[in-house]
Nanobody, 124 residues
């Protein structure tokens, strides 16, 4: 069994920054590529960013490109999402997801392993 646990969410003002973390534990070999998704109130869950197993490939949704940076430290079994220049529309529950393939996908159906989510609330 593998578990993903997110942390780092909270309340921040418009223009502020937050750094989310996602720690993988348990059967860590079952998680290679990792991704971040988010779900805003009343909306469907959407892809935010993904990173390959070795970190050499990253992918971003157009809405966050240039403001968010995804990274990982495999020695710590942890992925990160640095979020800068936050906007009110970034308010959502952010989920970490992983799958066994080396490269991330933008489709949530491709991910079997999910964290419980962490709330990011951006206010003016």
């Amino acid at each position: 069994q593998v578990t993903l646990v997110e942390s780092g969410g909270g309340k921040v003002q418009v223009g502020g920054s937050l750094r989310l973390s996602c720690v993988v534990s348990g059967y860590t070999d079952s998680v290679a590529a990792m991704a971040w998704f988010r779900q805003a109130p009343g909306k469907e869950r959407e892809f935010v960013s993904g990173i390959s197993y070795h970190g050499g490939y990253t992918d971003y949704a157009p809405s966050v490109k240039g403001r968010f940076i995804v990274s990982r430290d495999n020695a710590k079994y942890t992925a990160y999402l640095q979020m800068d220049s936050l906007k009110r529309e970034d308010t959502a529950v952010y989920y970490c997801a992983g799958h066994a393939r080396d490269y991330p996908s933008q489709s949530e159906q491709d991910y079997r392993t999910w964290g419980q989510g962490t709330l990011v609330n951006v206010s003016s």
